[in-house]
């Protein structure tokens, strides 16, 4: 265990938010969200845990944060290097632990928590008894790594769940994925009249077990699928070796044993989370249905859309201008083109999560038949190898008259230079760049992801009846995304109609206040009761 | 002082003790002479067992063996302390995945009660569908592409960002070889290495990975290296002609194919490269050149070129223009992904 405060003495705050990797270190979606409500919410008293993988991971804070935060605490859950076989002195150490452990823990162990790791994983439902055998945190990292009680819940759990892996490979990994959570169980955390995390997984387990010592209530909020994210880590994870899997021109629909491992176990941390928390927020109708197809109870469920703040200028306000004549293909001989061109905005980080390599063939391809003026807003220093594939492309295409990487930029300036805005993510929940955009009256092209539909075309039936306020596209499919470009660059008109649409759905659903007044309202309910 | 020594000094230390006892006793085989024989021996094992610098279980073997074999016990004390194995870490690095040959009753089971793979890709079974994909991801030829593509179009939003994340990850994989690749044949021109970049290049048109978008931008840097190996070697140009041409083809481009294959047809004799003409022939619907193909070699060198001019409704010859005309398929084996894109 790893932690450290920012505050020595600090009062208790009313509201523990648990936030993994993210705020105030990492910017993002999820880190403005947070740093809204902190800020929004100045009546509330908060204290912050950052939960993150290694000390030293994370730079400086990204955000200020506000004066409301009583104190603001990090916990990490991986340790640095183990000695090397050299380290003697190390090794003595070590080997007198394990002689300790041996001697005062037979092959029975007596810990709640080793048995309720075990139930965990053979176990298909989450009661409070699991939750509060966790909160007991009487397993120590030595007893998990030496202690024959382990061992002997490893060799069944290897048994009955992963017979087709090597022993040896589930051993490393059960050790490799029981070590950091028995840290954050061992840790102490905030005290706190409610807690709030914004994910499931190690905050949301965090949470739970906080909630139970303390016997005061967890909301939850999800902002995507931890199961989900994860699921796609691991299926993608060069660390996991999976058996061989035999000719493979003959389907072999057995799942790799030690993927689903780890997957079941990241599974059962949102279950433990869901059972613990008292109310559990999703940000659309979509990821609701989601969230309980993942084991969410129903009737925890509630919906509050994340919202932004809609200057009362921009209301009934026109669109922006025109371009004079984008519906011509683009010449790249022409230095004076771009100022007829459609200005087409990405605004986000240039990772592979948001695909960009499509958004730059969608706009290889309609520059072929219209003008376009394309920027890509945002940091690209977070997958240096993924943003120079991607600046290579636009090399490759010959695009780099029209194409231009230009960095991060302020909110405010980003859309006013901007006609349209393009969003070709693999996977978001609720992105706050649709919002924006439509607080600027743009049109917005996103893929089918998260809750874009909703957001685009309207989630109940007044809100539909505003109209589309964008396209959606199909996921990875740069001609749907150029059709639909080239569709908005062909008619000025159509990008008024949509841009005014999507004004009106920001005004009337997604404004920030009407987010932080269901927060203040849910903050309100949970402490009192 | 070293490790090894500091072992080497404990063991010269005990083996010493160990000679003294025994010749004292030979020497003085008095009672008197037992106590400080057995000394000396104690002496032995003690100095043994301050060997701070191997594992304590080797330890105490080296010391356990001087204990009960007298002399001999040292000698085989000092096999124990010197012996080095392998230790964990280093079994750890370097083993590999477990490899299990599948039995016979496996395989049955799998083609007779298996899904095939489409069935499989919708499974509502998240981790079903994963280990598909993965499988599809392991051996990308055609067929795998196109499934992986198809599954893009599918309903289900899971399915598509799975297929979607394995694409991308072939193609970053794909643009690091060929790079790699590329940046070799730059590094050292060679008509080898040249080949070696084309070929990377071309295999993403061959199996469908490069999107319509990229396809022109690929297959030119494919042509140029290919005529940077031809170039490099040209007594040994014509060999390039079946990848060049299959290239061609596969850009949709027949009569680009063609005239790279008529002028070696006949003289290189490869089968392939003839079954390749006739694919070629029949795209750009040249069956005047069909016949031609089947003749002997040599009337057929003796009447390769020019192209003799086309009736009025046919296409034109090789070096015009021929976007107008409609590609015919020919290359496609029966296979899955031949039903799941329809006709051609």
């Known amino acids: 265990m790893d932690r450290r405060s920012a505050t020595a003495i600090a009062p208790r705050a009313q509201v523990c938010l648990l936030l993994e990797g993210t705020y105030p270190y990492v910017a993002g979606g999820v880190s403005s969200w947070v740093h809204r409500i902190v800020s929004d919410l100045p009546e509330v008293s908060f204290a912050l845990l950052h939960i993150g993988a290694v000390r030293g991971s994370y730079g400086a804070p990204r955000y200020t944060v506000p004066a409301n935060v009583t104190e603001l605490s990090e916990l990490y859950c991986q340790t640095g290097p183990s000695p090397g076989p050299a380290d003697l002195a190390a090794r003595r150490e070590l080997e007198r632990r394990i002689h300790r452990v041996r001697r005062h823990r037979g092959p029975v162990s007596a810990s709640r928590t080793l048995a309720a790791l075990r139930r965990m994983h053979l176990g298909e439902g989450v009661d409070d008894a699991l939750v509060s055998d966790l909160a007991r945190a009487d397993l120590s990292i030595a007893e998990l790594l030496h202690s024959d009680a382990a061992f002997a819940v490893i060799t069944e759990l290897y048994e009955r769940l992963a017979p087709d892996a090597a022993f040896l490979d589930f051993f490393w990994h059960f050790r490799a994925m029981h070590a950091p959570l028995l840290r954050l169980l061992a840790a102490p955390v905030p005290d706190a009249d409610s807690y709030h995390t914004v994910s499931t997984g190690y905050a949301g387990l965090v949470g739970a077990v906080a909630s139970v010592r303390t016997n005061r209530p967890l909301l939850l909020t999800e902002h995507g699928f931890y199961t989900r994210e994860r699921d796609i880590e691991l299926s993608r994870a060069a660390w996991i070796r999976d058996p061989d899997p035999g000719d493979p021109r003959i389907p072999n629909p057995r799942p790799s044993p030690l993927r689903r491992f780890w997957s079941r176990g990241f599974a059962a941390l949102s279950r433990i989370a869901y059972h613990q928390a008292q109310s559990i927020v999703s940000l659309g109708d979509n990821l609701r249905q989601q969230q309980m197809s993942y084991g969410a109870p129903a009737d925890k469920l509630l919906v509050i859309p994340n919202g932004v703040a809609v200057p009362a200028s921009a209301v009934g306000a026109t669109g922006k201008r025109a371009p004079a004549d984008p519906a011509e293909p683009a010449d790249p001989a022409d230095p004076g083109d771009r100022s007829r061109a459609l200005r087409v905005g990405f605004v986000g980080r240039v990772v592979p999560i948001k695909d960009v390599a499509t958004f730059i063939k969608a706009c290889d391809l309609a520059l072929r038949s219209v003008n376009l003026d394309v920027h890509i807003i945002g940091p690209d220093d977070e997958d240096p190898a993924y943003a120079r594939r991607c600046k290579a492309l636009v090399a490759m295409l010959a695009r780099e008259s029209h194409i231009r990487f230009v960095g991060p930029k302020p909110a405010a300036q980003i859309y006013a230079e901007l006609d349209v805005v393009v969003l070709t993510s693999f996977s978001e929940s609720q992105p706050l760049v649709i919002l924006e955009a439509g607080a600027a009256g743009l049109p917005v092209i996103a893929t089918d992801v998260g809750v874009c539909r909703e957001m685009l075309e309207g989630r109940t039936g007044d809100d539909r009846a505003l109209g589309p306020s964008g396209r959606v596209t199909r996921v990875a499919d740069p001609e749907d995304t150029a059709a639909a470009l080239t569709e908005l660059a062909g008619s000025p008109r159509l990008r008024a109609e949509l841009g005014e649409a999507g004004r009106a759905r920001v005004h009337a659903y997604y404004r920030s206040n009407q987010m932080i007044d269901r927060y203040r309202a849910l903050y309100r309910a949970t402490l009192e009761a | ?344």
């Open chain 2, 1 to 344: 002082m070293r490790a090894d020594q500091q072992s080497l000094a404990a063991v010269a230390t005990a083996g010493a003790s160990e000679v003294a006892a025994v010749l004292l006793l030979a020497v003085q085989p008095h009672a008197w002479a037992v106590l400080p024989s057995g000394l000396l021996h104690v002496v032995a094992v003690a100095s043994l067992l301050r060997l701070r610098e191997v594992a304590p279980t080797r330890r105490q073997l080296a010391a356990a063996m001087a204990f009960c074999l007298p002399l001999i016990g040292i000698a085989m004390a000092a096999l124990v302390v010197g012996l080095r194995g392998r230790s964990g870490d280093e079994l750890l690095a370097g083993h590999g995945p477990v490899r299990r040959a599948a039995s016979g009753a496996e395989l049955t089971r799998r083609l007779t009660a298996g899904a095939p793979t489409c069935q499989i890709l919708l499974s509502a079974d998240a981790e079903t569908r994963r280990s598909a994909i993965a499988a599809l991801q392991r051996d990308p030829d055609a067929r795998a592409i196109a499934l992986l593509r198809w599954s893009l179009a599918q309903p289900g939003p899971d399915l598509a960002l799975d297929a979607a994340l394995a694409l991308e990850e072939l193609s970053v994989r794909h643009a690091e070889r060929s790079a790699q690749a590329c940046a070799e044949a730059d590094r050292r021109p060679a008509r080898d290495s040249a080949i070696a970049a084309a070929e990377e290049l071309a295999s993403a048109i061959h199996n469908g990975l490069a999107d319509p978008a990229l396809r022109p931008a690929i297959a030119a840097r494919a042509r140029d290296y290919y005529r940077r190996a031809a170039e490099l070697d040209e007594h040994r140009a014509p060999e390039l002609a079946l990848s060049r041409a299959r290239l061609e083809l596969a850009m949709l481009d027949p009569e680009a194919a063609l005239a790279l294959i008529e002028p070696v047809l006949h003289t290189a004799g490869d089968p392939q490269l003839r079954e390749l003409h006739r694919d070629a022939a029949h795209a750009a619907r040249r069956f005047d050149l069909l016949a031609r193909a089947d003749a002997s070699p040599a009337v057929a060198v003796a009447d390769r070129a020019p192209c003799p001019a086309p009736p009025a409704h046919d296409p034109p010859c090789a070096g015009e223009p021929s976007v107008a005309r409609p590609a015919v398929v020919v290359t496609w084996h029966a296979s899955e992904s031949e039903w799941l894109h329809g006709s051609a």
